[in-house]
């Protein structure tokens, strides 16, 4: 008995000095390889500032529109000059053609077209309706929010002072004509992202995203750049000691871990705090989060590693999904429209639950408890992914085991044959 | 002449028995390519968001207040998928993010619209989400508009106001947008048809540079000039050959999917249309070679047409206005025949502007055919001496 225990502890301690050479191993081999250093250091280091830089405006200002001033009056002059206050607005040409006003739309002079119709003033004296025409370009979402909200803004305003000072000619006080004009004073609270910021959208999720894209394309780049230096083309090295599965995915996963715990210092700490972006969520909530997901992912990336017989093979399978994922996280198109097939599919990926988790952690201020349901299905990924990824190394282990064995009774002559061959396949 | 022609052809021939040696080909020309398009022609199939759920923090609980909130449940957008006691509970239901918005309705909400006294109705939603946060924003503000001037018609009403005048002394300006050129206000429409082109030209790119920089790698590529009599120029066309005409397959299925089964309206000819496909296949192509020629180890290359391909998502400028980005920026993203592409796109297929307004796209997209010629000579000598072979550190 107690011999069998002393075993367990030769043997947990023989294992866990091998997972830290594996560990060292993994460094050596990141550090060594220019075109993985490049993925794991410079594409996260780079890619947030850069988009940062791209998206600073942040906002749509001063959208370019003609204004069609058909009824040329004092009031709709007015009006032209209370669209040009706006901060999404700029009147750049008031004129009294249509014709000509689409000719400036169509060499791209101007955004959108607000047309006044020639009874404009005439309808506010009479107290009729009058209606301004917003004509807006489609192409672009930004363009045509910032036209509506313009206008609509205007019309709103201007509309509210007509109905007051027509109320207060009939009698009332000016309080009371408020009160009858609007009954209900609304209040408009945009959560998560107040000013509608395009940086402060999408840089939380580019950042989660390319944390699982780069962990998951350096291993797999260097997966299959294992294989191909190796002249047998196994994936696990042929070293005297033996390379247990466990040691050899934890070895693995302890090299990313730590290399990618600190990018996530810079990323989501230190980004958001330079760019201004919101940072609601404290250390331990962060962790809470970023745990399951790092593990998931070097998880999910050590299971599709072994498919990769060549180096570049990830890069070519890999790159494109990044913009799938993007919408798949549910960020773009609301998970309320998304149909089942793609709900499931969406489930695959650990990014699309810590995107969502960052989101709302980070802009929204959710607490751990709120941000469970994201938090239980990374754990849960992260744990199919560890069996999967312990499956597949399991696999390549005895592999290497058994041509091993195989080798060490071949004659000498016959190794060099067989690795000529297998080069030229 | 004749014997260029079929020097081509034995390349291309050649190319297509490698393409069917590795999966890879397959995966990356074909597979991925049509489950792009099903994924982005299916995601947004409804073309606008319906029925998101939100909540109603009920405070009043009276006949008034119960009448507002089926209201709002009525909205297309939206759809109130719960009642709450408290602003916090909904608050933290926001933050799970079962809802995308709620409204408080408060207490003595019946009472004071009784008697003439102002409420306040606050309204929170979820903006960290683009579309879903415009989008709610828009429908809350226009139904509580809408709620707020019924309660005033009502009361105008009350004091005996003929009915004809009310409406436009509630509403005295009125907004009708129209929105040129594209009638459908779907999401499709701006977003499948943009996409689409930047998936396929990381595809393009991509293969690109693989074709020819694994024929460096693997030293098969004196065997590839051999076969074109050594004529470089001979030996690329050959080479992507097979793919340029995969690809334009891809894209007119592309287009068939758009125009014809998504019904995007397409106000420009079949033959502008091919054109221009045509002409961004081949502008691919040609920034492929450029990348492997400037950087023929492969592994750069493919780094470099990856950083470039993705960088397209956001330089291409249909999510965020290029106008609106920092100027340098805007010489940057001509460097991006999609983006050129989109003006086409918006300017003469989808809006039917006459081709002068397209012209200068066009003519930026050929100016991309020209880079190749830059990189020609290197190209060829690190074909011919393999000179960019990595050699395997131990």
């Known amino acids: 008995m107690k011999y069998k225990l002393v075993n367990i502890t030769s043997q947990i301690k023989e294992g866990f000095m091998s997972m830290l050479r594996i560990w060292i191993r993994e460094f050596e081999l990141i550090f060594k390889d220019v ?5 794991i250091f410079a594409v996260p280091l780079l890619y947030p500032l850069l988009y940062s830089f791209i998206y600073y405006p942040e906002v749509v200002r001063d959208l370019p529109i003609a ?6 009056s004092s009031a709709s002059r007015q009006f032209t000059r209370n669209l040009d206050a706006t901060p999404d607005l700029s009147v750049v040409s008031s004129t009294l053609s249509m014709n000509e006003a689409i000719v400036l739309f169509k060499e ?9 119709p020639e009874t404009f003033s005439a309808d506010i004296a009479l107290k009729r309706q009058t209606t301004v025409s917003a004509y ?5 979402f930004l363009y045509y929010k910032a036209l509506m909200t313009g206008t609509n803004f205007v019309a709103l305003e201007t509309g509210n002072d007509i109905q007051v000072t027509n109320l207060m000619n009939d009698g009332l006080s000016f309080s009371q004509a408020q009160v009858t004009a609007q009954p209900l004073n609304l209040i408009d609270n945009a959560m998560a992202n107040r000013s509608g910021g395009f940086a402060s959208y999408g840089i939380p999720a580019a950042l989660i995203l390319i944390i699982q894209q780069t962990l998951v394309l350096a291993i797999g780049i260097l997966a299959g750049t294992a294989r191909e230096r190796h002249p047998m083309g196994t994936l696990i090295p042929f070293d005297r000691k033996r390379m247990g599965t466990l040691r050899m995915v934890l070895g693995k996963t302890a090299a990313y871990f730590t290399i990618y715990s600190l990018l996530c210092v810079y990323m989501l700490g230190m980004i958001p705090q330079w760019f201004g972006y919101a940072q609601s969520a404290d250390l331990k909530e962060l962790i809470a989060l970023m745990t399951p997901f790092l593990l998931g992912s070097v998880f999910f990336g050590l299971t599709l590693s072994v ?12 790159l494109f999904t990044s913009i799938p994922l993007l919408f798949l996280s549910g ?13 499931t599919v969406r489930e695959i990926f650990p990014s699309s639950n810590a995107i969502f988790g960052f989101i709302k952690m980070n802009s929204l201020g959710a607490s751990v408890y709120e941000t469970s349901h994201e938090i239980v299905a990374l754990w849960i990924q992260a744990g199919v992914y560890f069996i999967t990824a312990c499956i597949a190394y399991a696999y390549q282990v005895t592999n290497t085991e058994h041509l091993r064995s195989e080798l060490k009774n071949m004659p000498y002559k016959l190794i060099r044959e067989r690795i000529g061959r297998d080069q030229s396949l | 002449m004749n014997r260029i022609i079929i020097s081509i052809l034995e390349v291309a021939k050649r190319e297509v028995l490698r393409m069917s040696s590795r999966w890879l080909y397959l995966l990356a020309v074909i597979i991925f390519p049509l489950l792009s398009i099903l994924f982005f022609g299916s995601l947004f199939k409804e073309g606008v968001p319906a029925k998101m759920p939100i909540a109603i923090v009920d405070l009043d609980n009276t006949v008034t207040s119960r009448k507002i909130a089926r209201n709002i449940d009525v909205t297309q957008l939206s759809m109130v998928s719960m009642t709450l006691q408290s602003e916090s509970e909904a608050m933290s239901e926001l933050r799970k993010g079962t809802i995308y918005g709620f409204v408080v309705l408060p207490k003595n909400l019946q009472s004071d619209i009784l008697s003439s006294k102002q409420a306040t109705v606050s309204y929170y939603y979820q903006n960290g989400f683009l579309i879903a946060g415009g989008l709610m924003q828009n429908d809350l503000t226009l139904i509580l508009h809408t709620l707020s001037s019924g309660i005033n018609i009502q009361k105008r009403e009350a004091l005996g106001q003929p009915e004809d005048l009310i409406m436009a002394q509630v509403q005295p300006i009125q907004v009708s947008t129209h929105q040129l050129f594209n009638p459908t206000a779907s999401y499709p429409v701006y977003i499948t048809t943009i996409i689409l082109p930047i998936m396929l030209q990381l595809f393009i790119l991509m293969m690109t540079v693989y074709s020819i920089g694994i024929e460096i790698k693997e030293r098969t590529s004196r065997e590839w000039l051999q076969l074109s009599n050594k004529s470089v120029v001979a030996a690329l066309t050959g080479k992507l050959l097979p793919y340029t005409i995969i690809f334009m397959i891809m894209m007119m299925f592309q287009n068939f999917m758009l125009y014809k089964v998504m019904l995007i309206p397409m106000n420009t000819s079949l033959g502008w249309l091919t054109f221009s496909s045509f002409l961004f ?6 920034i492929g070679i450029f990348c492997i020629g400037l950087l023929p180890l492969m592994r750069h290359a493919l780094n470099l047409a990856a950083f ?4 397209a998502l956001t330089l291409c400028g249909f999510s965020f206005p290029i106008e609106a980005m920092p100027p340098v920026f805007r010489y940057w993203a001509s460097g991006f025949p999609v983006r050129h592409y989109m003006h086409i796109f918006q300017n003469q297929i989808l809006a039917g502007f006459e081709i002068q307004y397209s012209i200068l796209s066009y003519l930026y997209i050929s100016f991309f055919l020209l880079l190749p010629l830059l990189v020609l000579n290197r190209l060829k000598s690190a074909l011919i001496y393999q000179n960019f072979i990595e050699k395997p550190k131990h």
């Open chain 2, 308 to 311: 470039y391909g993705i960088l």
């Open chain 1, 35 to 39: 075109g993985v250093m490049v993925i």
């Open chain 1, 307 to 318: 498919i990769f017989k060549n180096r570049e093979s990830a890069m070519m399978l890999y």
């Open chain 1, 108 to 116: 791209q002079e101007v955004r959108g077209i607000v047309q006044i």
């Open chain 1, 67 to 72: 204004v069609v001033d058909l009824s040329n």
């Open chain 1, 331 to 343: 960020i773009i198109w609301p998970l309320s429209n998304f149909s089942p097939v793609w709900l």
């Open chain 2, 281 to 286: 296949v081949i502008a691919y192509q040609a």
């Open chain 1, 136 to 140: 807006a370009n489609m192409g672009f």
